[in-house]
């Protein structure tokens, strides 16, 4: 039975004991991810406190974090969403993401809906993709790909 979560602290707790054990064991995202059999996206924020786990795949990552049968079980609950706190966010690369969206949010809906029509890209049907690529002046460039399913509004 699938059961969810009203307060975020429990998986605000298991998170950073997973980070820890992840840090301890000297494991990547992706090595987790491979353990899970899901995307290292998805699994990434499921440990983080943003999605549940299927069941083999909540096992799967508590065993090669260390963690107990209770964290397993709290890895599948559906969470309470939302990681950063109200007002604009402090940490560099989550303020990147902010100014970004401040410069280019209105850009992006306009080419949405220009190229699309009213509605949202949905973030539940979704998958994120992070790449690094050679910078051809010099460097290393971030590719980001956010990639949602396409919902129009309809009128009732």
Known sequence: MLHAQFDPTARQTLATTAVEAKLRKDLSWQQIAD????????????VLGQHALPEQSARAV????????DAALLLRTIPTRGSIDGGIP??????????????????L?????????DGIIS???????????A?????ERAVITLDGKYLPTKPF
């Open 35 to 46: 353990a899970a059999g899901l995307s290292v996206a998805f699994v990434t924020a499921a």
């Open 123 to 133: 973030a539940i049907n979704f998958k994120l993709d992070v790449k690094k690529v």
């Open 90 to 107: 402090t940490d560099p690369t989550i303020y990147r993401f902010y100014e970004m969206l401040q410069v280019y949010g209105t850009t």
């Open 109 to 117: 809906k306009a080419l949405v809906h220009e190229e699309f029509g």
């Open 135 to 139: 910078d051809p002046e010099g460097g």
């Open 62 to 69: 508590a065993e090669l974090l260390g963690l107990d049968d």
